[in-house]
Each structure stands twice: as structure tokens, then as C-alpha cells.
């Protein structure tokens, strides 16, 4: 069965850091480019970032360049998602999801449940 | 890209069928970008209903269909059931610097 399971999620204080780990079973790890996707209260689903299978490619929406850090360990099977200079607005529900590309496109075909970042003083 | 547009809720009553919208633009779904659409049901894992437009992932009920047309795609729950109410995103892709674009989500309520 595949499972994916986010930890790191809490409280953090405006400027500060947090760093999310997503461990990964029930599949093989490293053939996969990972992801990771957040959903603020109340707000749709966005795309933070990506990370290619070897860690060579890493892409990321605007909103967190610079400040957001993705990488991945493959004999860990877990991607992680470091978090520095946070804001109000990065408060969500941070998901992992796997990236799945057919010949025309790509998409997210497992998640896991998430862990809840809140930026707050 | 800017998010794509979904209306905020629709209902509908068991063995109803009910229809999502999602409109994007010329940029994303217009511009021959596949669109994938995900299940969210509260304090549960995302799920994946519809990828490449209309094609349906093992395990997922044939009730769940899917369709575009220019820059709109669809989904359409056919034969509502209880465990359908949820909330359901569109998302559409684009590369080659890999990524995506998602709505803003549909209540689902099955009345």
C-alpha cells in the first residue's frame, strides 16, 4: 500500500523556520519526482514545489523563492520541505504527494494527510 | 498562471448528477494543458478522480467522468452518493519548468 506521511507541522513565529518531512512506503521512491502542495484555511490547493528524481532539478512558485528549500533522500525514502523567513501567509496545510507523467502531462497521484503549519506570533 | 475558476458549491440528492465547471485561460487549460481533478474529503489524504483530462485511475468508481472544451473543463457525478460529498479541485499543468495551476475548489453536498 502506498503511504505517504508528513511530520514537522506546528507553530512558528513570523521570520522564523520549520523544516516538514514526508516519509514514503509502499513503493519504489526514487524513480518518482515528489512534490509538495498547500492549502490555507479556507483557500484552494496550491503547488509549493518539486524535486526531480536525484535532486538535480528543484522548481518553485514564486511566493516562496528564496525562502523555501526542498530536497529528498533516497535511501531515506522521505522528502523534506525547509521553511525559513515564514510569513502569515504560508499558513496551510503542507501535503507531499507523488508526481505521476504520462506522455501529454504530469500530476499528483498519492498524497499523504498533511501537516498543519501556523505563522503566528 | 492564475487560478483556475470553480464555482463554490453545487448539491445535488442521491442518484442526482451534478456538474463542476473550471475555467481557465488561453495560457493553461486552453493552450492544450491536461487537466487532472483530486477528491478532498476532511482530515484525509487527497485523491486523484480524473488525470489527463478524462482518464480515471484504477479503483476509482466509473460514476466519476470527466470532459474539456477549450479553456473549461468538467466533472460530473453521476449517481450521487453520500460518500461523494467532498470538495473537488481542478488543476492543469504546464511545463517545461514543471508546474501547476490549481482552482479554487467545489463543495460538493449531497442534500
Known amino acids: 500500500e502506498v503511504q505517504l506521511v508528513e511530520s514537522g507541522g506546528g507553530l512558528v513565529q513570523p521570520g522564523g523556520s520549520l523544516r516538514l518531512s514526508c516519509e514514503v512506503s509502499g513503493f519504489s521512491f526514487s524513480p518518482y519526482w515528489m512534490s509538495w502542495v498547500r492549502q490555507a484555511p479556507g483557500k484552494g490547493l496550491e503547488w509549493v514545489a518539486n524535486i526531480k528524481v536525484d535532486g538535480s532539478e528543484r522548481y518553485y512558485v514564486d511566493s516562496v523563492k528564496g525562502r523555501f528549500t526542498i530536497s529528498r533522500d533516497n535511501v531515506q525514502n522521505s522528502v523534506f520541505l525547509q521553511m525559513n523567513s515564514v510569513r502569515a501567509e504560508d499558513t496551510a496545510v503542507y501535503y507531499c504527494?507523488?508526481?505521476?507523467?504520462?506522455?501529454?502531462?504530469?500530476?499528483?497521484?498519492?498524497w499523504g494527510q498533511g501537516t498543519l503549519v501556523t505563522v503566528s506570533s | 498562471h492564475s487560478a483556475l475558476t470553480q464555482p463554490s458549491s453545487v448539491s445535488g440528492s442521491p442518484g442526482q448528477s451534478v456538474t463542476i465547471s473550471c475555467t481557465g485561460a488561453s495560457s493553461d487549460i486552453g493552450d492544450f494543458n491536461y487537466v487532472s481533478w483530486y477528491q478532498l474529503h476532511p482530515g484525509k489524504a487527497p485523491k486523484l478522480i480524473i488525470h489527463d483530462d478524462n482518464n480515471r485511475p484504477s479503483g476509482v468508481s466509473n460514476r466519476f467522468s470527466a470532459s474539456k472544451s477549450g479553456s473549461t473543463a468538467s466533472l460530473t457525478i453521476s449517481g450521487l452518493q453520500a460518500e461523494d460529498e467532498a470538495h473537488y479541485f481542478c488543476s492543469s499543468y504546464s511545463g517545461p519548468s514543471p508546474n501547476w495551476v490549481f482552482g479554487g475548489g467545489t463543495k460538493v453536498t449531497v442534500l
Open positions: 504527494a507523488r508526481v505521476r507523467c504520462s506522455s501529454t502531462t504530469c500530476y499528483f497521484d498519492f
